[in-house]
């Protein structure tokens, strides 16, 4: 049976060294959250992050606009809470509702306070291998590998995904740990031999259930990014029951990368404030 990288433990563990580090820090940090609209699934979220903020010490500033607000006042909020010290992260919850033009919003958020990790310059700077903010999901990911000593360098990654948020960010987090990287998509032919392939699999589709054991190699690493619901139940793309007995290490859904994405959002906001905090 797989060892089972438990997100939640690894999560409190982050979460204890950040409110130490918070607790020594002169700047406290503070994150700001835009959201806009009542999306049931985006309120519990900002409220995690709001509580998260408070478990780890970080000021946080709830920005909640209602779905008929203009883009205009949006645009401004935004470059208040760049131009304010006391705002050293600064995130917009997605989607926003129909209307508005994501990409040019994001673009708008200065890139010191890009915690998201969503701007080009951000994703840039990870490409070139520059110092920058990393996407939350795909660096909780990361952190997990690391935190169970799984050696990344000179092993086979496949990844089934290729979204800006997780698949494509991802690969080049592990390119910078020296895997050799394998992204998967709708088009890929053979896409079950290609998994089979991976010494560490990573699935970020979204698609239930769709991971089977005859896609997983005899002692693979496997992570589960995905999550959605099947039958009143959360269960993520791996099917977990049949690839755990195969796996070496593996990730649970719920309780497994999602309770990194938030943590890792806490790590970039005090890194903000360190570096660029006055």
Known sequence: MSVIIDGKL???????????????????????????GDNPASEIY?????????????????????ATVSQDEIEKCILDLNAN??????????????????AYLL???????????????????????????????????????????????????VIVGRSNIVGKPLAFMLLEKNATVTICHTKTANLKEVCASADILVSA???????????????????????????GKTVGD??????????SYITPVPGGVGPMTITMLMVNTVKAAQIYGN
């Open 10 to 36: 690894t999560s409190a563990k982050v979460r204890a060294q950040l409110r130490e580090q918070v607790a020594n820090m002169q700047t406290k940090p503070g994150l700001a959250v835009i959201m806009v």
């Open 46 to 66: 900002v409220r995690n992050k709001i509580k998260a903020c408070e478990e780890v010490g970080i000021y946080s500033l709830s920005c909640k606009f209602d």
């Open 85 to 102: 010290p006391s705002i050293h992260g600064i995130l917009m919850q997605l989607p926003l509702p129909k209307g508005f033009d994501e």
């Open 107 to 157: 673009e708008l958020i200065d890139p010191k306070k890009d915690v998201d990790g969503f701007s080009a310059e951000s994703v840039g700077r990870l490409v070139l291998g520059k110092y920058g903010f990393r996407s939350c999901t795909p660096f909780g990911v990361i952190k997990l590998l690391e935190e169970y000593d799984i050696d990344i360098a000179g092993k086979s990654a």
């Open 205 to 231: 589709t979204g698609k239930a259930l769709s991971i089977t054991a005859d896609m997983v190699k005899e002692g693979a690493v496997v992570i589960d990014v995905g999550i959605s619901k099947l039958d």
């Open 238 to 247: 791996v099917c977990f029951d049949e690839v755990s007995k195969k796996a």
